[in-house]
């Protein structure tokens, strides 16, 4: 049991390039969120999904766009990366069935955009 | 949308002492209240939890407590160890199952 894991660990991008984010996770869990995490700006909420084939917008959702075909997987992409996005990218996953279950993170994904 | 604050920023205590972090929050319908861990260069991870029908919850050396009314929680270390040293952070969560977090604490525990 893996729990929720992200790749890449590193990635540095120039300004205008494009790229996915991966996370996937094995405990069958139907929710899934994409946060980030700046200094002195706590975790903000990307996107998320309540299951596969649905999809929200979160807190700061512009230049960014997420997809749910399987339980187990939610990319992240970046369309256009700008330096702003430049911060450390948090999946999480969380069982649906009742309403306050443990959210779990991945170990993360360490972006920079030159 | 909902909007949680977090105070103090950074928070130094002697080895024993007791440490409080404060959150408040804006959405009186926010009915989920969880605390983090988060060390350096690790992923954030959960200590303790509360729901909105609870007022406090206590988990050894940890607890938490919520004030509907007032619309604010706190985390309550006491007899604090140098491992306790993290970052903590606040969260809640609304109905619409979005999570809303504080801008975290650092906490040093001097030995």
């Known amino acids: 049991n893996a729990g929720v894991t992200q790749t890449p660990k590193f990635q540095v991008l120039k300004t205008g390039q494009s790229m996915t984010l991966q996370c996937a996770q094995d405990?069958?869990?139907?929710?899934m969120s994409w946060y980030r995490q700046d200094p002195g700006m706590g975790l903000r909420l990307i996107h998320y999904s309540v299951g596969a084939g649905i999809t929200d917008q979160g807190e700061v959702p512009n230049g960014y766009n997420v997809s749910r075909s399987t339980t187990e997987d939610f990319p992240l992409r970046l369309l256009s990366a700008a330096p702003s996005q430049t911060s450390v990218y948090f999946c999480?996953?969380?069982?649906?069935?009742?309403?306050?279950?443990?959210?779990?993170f991945g170990p993360g994904t360490r972006l920079t955009v030159l | 949308g909902e909007n949680v604050e977090q105070h103090p920023s950074t928070l130094s205590v002697q080895e024993g002492d007791s440490a409080v972090i404060k959150c408040t929050y804006s959405?009186?319908?926010?009915?989920?209240f969880p605390w983090y861990k988060q060390e350096l260069g690790k992923r954030p991870q959960l200590i303790i939890d509360?729901?909105?029908?609870?007022g406090e919850k206590k988990d050894q050396r940890i607890a938490v407590t919520l004030n509907k009314t007032a619309k604010h929680f706190s985390l309550h270390i006491t007899e604090t160890q140098p491992e306790d040293s993290a970052v903590y952070f606040c969260a809640a969560e609304n109905t619409g199952n979005q999570f809303y977090f504080g801008t975290g604490t650092s906490l040093t525990v001097i030995p």
């Open positions: 999480a996953s969380r069982l649906a069935g009742g309403p306050h279950n443990e959210q779990f």
């Open positions: 959405d009186s319908a926010s009915n989920y």
């Open positions: 405990m069958n869990h139907e929710y």
């Open positions: 509360i729901r909105s029908n609870v």
